[in-house]
């Protein structure tokens, strides 16, 4: 007879800068052993509307040049150049970043491990740091 069982974690962070790429690999394999799951589903999410998780490479040129791409895509500043801003808040740009560089990842679980493609980690996106915010991950399986 199969048990699903189903394992849920928030991880914390508190970026001192408004913007960084966090590798969080460790912690997610982390919860994959807690969670004594070996066959199943991994869901990571930002649950935060100016964050992101996302899987990529762990290559500081890479996250320099993702950067620098967000930023002309969406510029911080002018902050008043923003409908949204006109609330008060000054991180629409953040909000933006957050929708291209995505919400959430899966990643499938096949024998205890994170069942990854080659150089594939995952990644917490701040866009709006300097304050404390969490990621979920809940992981499904047998
Ligand atoms: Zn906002």
Not at 127 to 135: A, C, L
Request: glycine residues 8%; contains cysteine; negative net charge.
């Amino acid at each position: 007879m199969l048990v699903m069982k189903s394992y849920r974690k928030e991880l914390w962070f508190e970026v001192p800068s408004r913007r960084a790429f966090i590798n969080i690999t460790p912690q997610v394999e982390e919860c994959l052993r807690e969670s004594g799951i070996r066959e199943g589903l991994c869901l990571v999410n930002a649950m935060h509307i100016t964050a992101s998780v996302f899987i990529n490479d762990d290559e500081s040129g890479l996250h320099h040049d993702y950067d620098v791409w967000l930023e002309k895509l969406a510029p911080h500043e002018p902050v008043s150049s923003y409908r949204h801003n006109r609330t008060g808040e000054d991180n629409a740009d953040a909000h933006m970043k957050r929708q291209i560089m995505g919400r959430e990842v899966v990643v499938a679980v096949t024998g205890g491990k994170l069942d990854f493609g080659p150089w594939e980690q995952i990644f917490y996106g701040e866009f709006d740091g300097r304050r404390r915010k969490r990621v979920l991950v809940k992981i499904i399986g047998e």
